[in-house]
């Protein structure tokens, strides 16, 4: 059977099966909760496995990395929540998977997050964390995991490779003007995913207003195995922030802004003389909105990003994603996202510019069924297009998450 069809009947037969797992993964969510000292002290172990289903045309999208037309991936979460009296709140998340990033790779175990925060007000006026955790940037990490995201993958902007090549300078103008010219995983988008970097961080609310500031050992474009500050150090340092209005409980908007070194250590030796890794920044300026009404959820994000380039210069670009989401029934929800991403000029070496990337568009679609609080099957289809000879190409996606 072909990759396209058997999609589809696989996520079938495997969903049927995880109705009658529901009455399992309820029994062991209540197994993996204590407390003690009067409920002053409490803890809950939970997770998330996600089955996955990729087949594509073309070279594999965003970040899933495989040298095949499809991919299986399978993903084993596993979050420890603890609350230490009302101030002091724990919170880590271990995954099992072929990466990261859906990958061909052998299985492995990885902690992502662990991070310990205080809140010394009841009402929320300040938080103060430290640890490995997710970005404040954007809105989209707020439901980046499987269970609250409507789609299989990350808005373009958060998964599209570009030139930028963080652990080596280029050679010269021309090297960098060529783009991807190595494997997928030596480049870097403009944030990576959640990214799950080490640092500090402070937020806080005041009727409609947020706040939230972070210093972190580690850029938004930085790859996964640049987060753990006690691995990679923290002499280079990345500091972002966000403020967000509620005007009322329909309505928030965003502005995000970071600013930090993008090359790893690696990248040192290469760079012209003089100079040095917190030379070359990037930075990042995002503004967000968010709107829910009865049935309805929008989101939409835009980010102008510029990298420092050796010899290069500036290389500028800006992504942006409009996402909707609607509810059918309770157990029943669909959603629709537009993607584009632009690549300004840079020199080409002989005396001329050209864009540092291609210009693309990409427009997803999906639909969820939740057959229960701990069981559902979503179904993807996105296609885009890619200017200067990139071509069409398409993406069928199915994903199986069962929660306890």
């Known amino acids: 059977m072909k990759p396209t069809l058997a999609l589809p ?21 209540d197994a993996l909760t204590v407390s003690a000292y009067d409920d002053q002290v409490r803890a809950r172990l939970s997770g998330l496995l996600d ?18 037309s499809h991919l299986f991936a399978p993903r084993l979460s596993l979050f420890l929540d603890a609350q230490l009296g009302a101030p002091l709140y724990f919170f880590s998340q271990a995954r ?16 992502d997050e662990y991070a310990l925060r205080l809140t ?50 280029p050679y010269d103008q021309a090297d960098f003007a060529d783009g991807l010219t190595h494997e997928k995983y030596e480049y870097n988008p403009v944030i990576w995913g959640p990214s799950y970097a080490t640092g500090l961080s402070v937020s806080g609310k005041s009727g409609g207003l947020e706040y939230a500031a972070e210093i972190k050992n580690a850029g938004l474009a930085s ?54 890794i917190n030379d070359y920044r990037q930075m990042v300026l995002g503004q967000d909105i968010s709107f829910a009404w009865k049935h309805w959820q929008v989101w939409a994000e835009i980010y102008q ?10 290389a500028d670009t800006l992504g942006y994603y409009i996402e909707a989401k609607y509810k059918f029934t309770p157990n029943l929800f669909g959603a629709m996202r537009w993607n584009q991403q632009f690549f300004d ?17 990409r427009i997803d679609a999906a639909l ?17 297009h890619e200017s200067g000879g990139g071509g069409t190409s398409d993406l069928i996606a199915g994903q199986l998450t069962l929660r306890f």
């Not at 990261?100 to 492995?108: C, H, K, N, Q, V």
């Not at 409507?150 to 808005?155: D, E, K, Q, R, S």
């Not at 930090?260 to 012209?272: K, R, V």
């Open 9 to 29: 009947c696989a996520l079938l037969a495997i969903s049927t099966t995880s109705i009658h797992a529901e009455d399992f993964a309820e029994g062991i969510s």
């Open 305 to 314: 990003a510029r990298f420092e380039v050796p010899l290069a210069g500036d």
């Open 368 to 384: 969820t069924w939740r057959f229960s609080t701990s069981a559902q099957a979503k179904i993807q289809y996105s296609i885009q």
């Open 120 to 169: 010394p007000w009841e009402d929320g006026r300040l938080s103060m964390q430290a640890g490995c955790f997710a970005t404040i940037v954007g809105t989209y990490v707020e439901r980046h995991l499987s269970w609250d995201n409507p789609f299989i993958n990350a808005p373009l902007v958060y998964e599209n490779m570009t030139a930028i090549y963080d652990h080596e300078a």
């Open 223 to 276: 790859r996964p195995e640049s987060w753990d500050g006690f691995d990679t150090g923290f002499d280079h340092s990345t500091v972002s922030t966000r403020v967000a209005w509620r005007p009322d409980m329909a309505w928030k908007l965003g502005l995000s802004a970071s600013q930090g070194p993008y090359f790893t250590d690696e990248a040192a030796a290469g760079l012209p003389a003089g100079t040095g």
């Open 96 to 111: 099992v998977d072929t990466g990261f990033d859906p990958a061909d790779d052998s299985l492995g175990i990885r902690l």
């Open 345 to 361: 000029d840079v020199p080409d070496g002989l005396g001329g510019e050209v864009p540092w990337g291609r210009d693309i568009h």
């Open 51 to 68: 089955l996955e289903l990729y087949t594509f045309s073309g070279e594999a999208p965003g970040l899933i990395f495989t040298d095949d």
